[in-house]
Structure formats: C-alpha cells, structure tokens
C-alpha cells in the first residue's frame, strides 16, 4: 500500500503561516470581543474534535461551558497561537 504526502517548501510553507497568522491577528482588531463555539475554533485551527478536547484540558486553550456548549474568547485563541509561535529559523520560542 502507497502513501501518498504532499511536500511543500518550508520557505512557502513558513510565508502561508505568516499571511494567515496575520489575517487572524486583523480579524482579532476588528472583533475584539467575539465569543466562538467549538465548531468555529475547530475550522479556524482546522483541527480535530479531540485536538480541541486536548487543548481545552491541558489549559492550552481557556474555554468555558455553559449548559453543555464549550465557548471561547476569539482573543484566547490568538494569544495561544502567539505563545506557541516560535522563530522559524532557530526554533527558539519568543518571550
């Protein structure tokens, strides 16, 4: 049985992540208070019901549930995306 992968550059690969870290970071500005429920953050981060379930459970991401329905801040969201973002060339986290 074939695997098949898709390779992609790491330069176009890194310069995708960067245009989209920064159409979400406009969208932050514009909608600063937006509230999301685990559908949105899913197709946002285009992760899995589980990543998310991980991601709630390790505190990575704060949510809160409310009659059986998780929501999240919109700006939670990007502020785990920006302690997680690390630089590209060294790998060294920023602080």
């Known amino acids: 049985m074939s695997k098949n992968f898709l390779l992609i550059d790491p330069d176009e690969f890194w310069d995708q992540f960067d245009t989209r870290m920064n159409e979400l970071l406009k969208d932050r500005k514009e909608n600063p ?13 285009n992760i ?7 991601m709630r459970i390790s505190g990575a991401i704060p949510a809160s549930k409310i009659e059986g329905t998780w929501f999240y801040y919109y700006d939670d969201i990007i502020d785990a995306l920006e302690r997680g973002r690390t630089n590209r060339k060294d790998g060294l986290e920023n602080d």
């Not at 208070?33 to 981060?45: D, P, T």
């Not at 899995?48 to 991980?54: A, F, M, P």
């Open 33 to 45: 208070k937006k509230i999301m429920r685990s559908a949105e953050v899913r197709a946002m981060l």
């Open 48 to 54: 899995s019901d589980s990543t998310l379930q991980s």
